[in-house]
């Protein structure tokens, strides 16, 4: 089973802004900050196939498609898509840069090709 990495993205956007609202809704201490648990611990408490995340494949093309946003990749390029993805929100935090160094990166790799 395939799941489109770019809803999975969204669901998990979705999912750490609930919890930093539920965080922000708590009593805390003084310079207790929210902290957001990694991109993997959150991927697994959804349930891809309950929201309709799982891609079909065309057989023929051998493309995954997303009934719900259209996406259409290969398993490669979905593959490749949600690490991408990932590696951008567990950056995010840090330093912006890092995600620029990729968007960069990915773009002159595009120009070589
Ligand atoms: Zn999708």
Redesign the pocket.
């Known amino acids: 089973m395939v799941n489109?990495?770019?809803?999975?993205s969204?669901e998990i956007t979705k999912k750490k802004t609930q919890l930093e609202a539920e965080f922000n809704a708590e009593e805390q201490e003084d310079g207790y900050e929210f902290r957001a648990p990694p991109y993997r611990e959150i991927e697994d408490t959804i349930d891809f196939e309950g929201l309709g995340?799982i891609?079909k494949l065309d057989s023929a093309t051998k493309h995954f498609i997303?009934?719900?946003?259209?996406?259409y990749a290969t398993r490669e390029q979905v593959s490749d898509i949600r690490y991408k993805l990932s590696r951008k929100e567990s950056t995010k935090s840090d330093k912006q840069y890092d995600y620029l160094d990729w968007w960069q990166k990915s773009k002159s790799d595009k120009a070589k090709e």
């Open positions: 489109c990495p770019e809803c999975v969204r995340l891609m997303c009934k719900r946003c259209g996406l």
